[in-house]
């Protein structure tokens, strides 16, 4: 039976102070939880017996069997499923040498939790297995954000840095999307590089700005013809990402 002050617990970390005082996130979802069992540290597991008698569940520390009006009670979903995962936050330590001869993302300042889940899709499927966000990103263990992965997660890391300190020590080109710079498809692109991408509503900051060694523009067709403002970043992510992997294989 799941109890009232578990539900209430699993419940609690919907907010980003409970999350990090109790190192914990939630993952919820057949799915989800598939995906990411075997990578993380599961404090807690909770579901239906026909979900529970079709996985094994040993490397967790506690187990609960519930009913589906129980799993409801405790879900932050709309529309809950039969399995509920608590894991321990991981720590990965990023420094120049973990970086070395890998292309990787830098997020400066993206809010939306929709698009950072998104972004670590992006990277997932285009073989990057590093993002570093600045500090005024949106939390990657909020459990929008984490649904938004579908699982992503289990495979790239995630690290919450200074960007600018960070960036200034890394030894390779820095790329950044702007409204000035050269035309991605007729600029030189590397795949031992970083590839920054901006705020939704303002782009990539001054400070970062001054970092950055090559700026590269994704042109609307036809060139100089009016349109939109601006892509969504998850979706100029995917394009910057699909080009600089097949300037790799072009190369």
């Known amino acids: 039976m799941l109890s009232k002050a578990k539900i209430k617990f699993i419940r609690s970390l919907s907010q980003k102070k409970e999350r990090y005082e109790q190192r ?20 807690l597991l909770i579901a239906t017996d026909k979900w529970l008698s079709q996985h094994d569940t040993s490397t967790c520390n506690e187990v609960i069997e519930a009913t589906p009006d129980e799993i409801i009670k405790a879900s932050l979903m709309q529309s809950p499923q039969d399995v509920i ?16 001869d890998k292309l990787v993302l830098a997020l400066d300042c993206v809010q939306d939790p929709g698009n950072l889940g998104t972004i670590v899709r992006i990277a997932d499927w285009y073989g990057i297995d590093t993002i570093l ?13 984490i649904q938004a992965t579908m699982g992503a997660l289990a495979r790239v890391k995630i690290a919450y840095v200074n960007l600018a300190e960070t960036l200034k020590n890394i030894n390779k080109p820095i790329y950044g999307t702007f409204l ?20 939704e509503g303002n782009g990539i900051s001054k400070e970062i700005e001054a970092i950055v060694t090559h700026k590269i523009l994704l042109p609307p067709y036809p060139a100089n013809s009016e349109t939109v403002e601006s892509l969504n970043v998850a979706v100029a992510t995917a394009i910057t990402c699909a080009e600089f992997r097949r300037a790799l294989v072009v190369g």
């Open 180 to 199: 000035d710079g050269e035309n991605i498809y007729k600029t030189s692109l590397s795949n031992d590089a970083v590839i920054v991408m901006g705020n």
């Open 133 to 145: 966000c600045s500090e005024g990103c949106a939390d990657i263990y909020n459990p929008k954000t």
């Open 85 to 100: 995962a608590l894991y321990e936050m991981p720590q990965y330590s990023i420094t120049p040498e973990t970086l070395k």
């Open 24 to 43: 914990l996130f939630i993952a919820e979802g057949n799915k989800l939880v598939n995906d990411t069992l075997p990578f993380f540290k599961c404090r």
